[in-house]
């Protein structure tokens, strides 16, 4: 639970296809029922209609599966089983205190938030309504607050599918190696940021990765994508070695959870039912947001793989799990596909 809100504090810290769902008061609930404002209750229907959009797009169950969603204002509380995979989606609404009760039995505050977790092998997701995001100040930036806020849903959102695969993986990892369980996809830039040729490495990477996935040829996408992975191995052999090697590792399943989940809200913001933005707008605005290494490379590196090889790694990235970023890069660059 809190590696995976440690995995979202960057998100939270950018700072459905039915309207009418049905609203059911929870067995056994000593508070009232409640409801959110229409305008905050629109959002949550364009968020949950724009996760299936992605969904389609994507085209793998796994995206789809069962997870319960918890979504809160300043006084309600509304809770669904089946809105991820609906419709028909059901909703249990109670007002809460200013504490929010979570299905692995932890609470957390009322505030400015949104993480996916897991509780008994299911996971569920967790999210603050625009409402709570303006009274803690976050700015919305070019894109407004609502649609950066569906883009962040969509983002954490998409680890509820990732808990089976990259985030085991990942718990693999931090148990082998006895991390602690603030060990994330920070953890590597929090540690290394001080250090100027590991930094300009990367920057150096995601500038590479960024120019392949607009290259106008398929063979300059591939010339600079290889250039990309070049400096990647090389960066890895210099820093990721002896008691840090499993970092190598890390770093690859990093890339591709943030990846992905930057993919999923950027691809929604370039939608023209959507956030109605050019690639370009999108990838500054939300893509390249924050400062967080492997978000920013993380999107570089999968559009850099799809440009070149086609959608093929959004099989792997939000299904099975097998190739982690660079596995995914490597897996499109062996591909023959015309430019």
Known sequence: MQRARAWAR????????SATAAVAEPDGASAPPCAFSQAEQ??????LAARRAIAAAIGTRAFASPA????????????????????????????????????????????????????????FFVMSTPSV?????????????????TAVLLHESAHVAQFPTYMRAVSVIAEANKLPESFSDDSIQERFKSDPAFAASVARETALLYAAAAA??????????????RLIAARHARWF????????KAEDLFLALEGSGQWAGYTWLTMARGGGMAPSDAIAAFGRRGGWWTQDEGLALVLAAERIGGPGWRAQAFG????????????????????
């Open 216 to 229: 106008p040829s398929d063979r300059e996408a591939r010339r600079l994508a290889r250039g990309a992975r």
């Open 241 to 248: 070695t002896g008691p840090d090697a499993y970092l190598a």
């Open 320 to 339: 099975e799990g097998k190739l982690g970023g660079l596995g995914m890069l490597d897996a499109a660059l062996k591909r023959r596909r015309g430019g």
């Open 68 to 123: 319960t969603i918890i979504i809160f204002d300043a006084a309600c509380m509304r809770e669904s089983a089946d809105a991820v995979s609906g419709p028909p989606v059901t909703w249990t609404s109670h007002a809460h205190t200013g504490q929010i009760p979570l299905p692995d039995g932890n609470r957390i505050p009322a505030s400015v938030t949104s993480f996916a977790g897991e509780s008994d092998g299911r996971p």
């Open 133 to 149: 995001w303006r009274a803690g100040g976050v700015p919305g930036g070019p894109m407004g607050l609502d649609n950066l806020m």
């Open 42 to 47: 629109d959002w949550v229907d364009r968020s």
């Open 10 to 17: 960057a998100a939270a810290l950018l700072l459905s296809l």
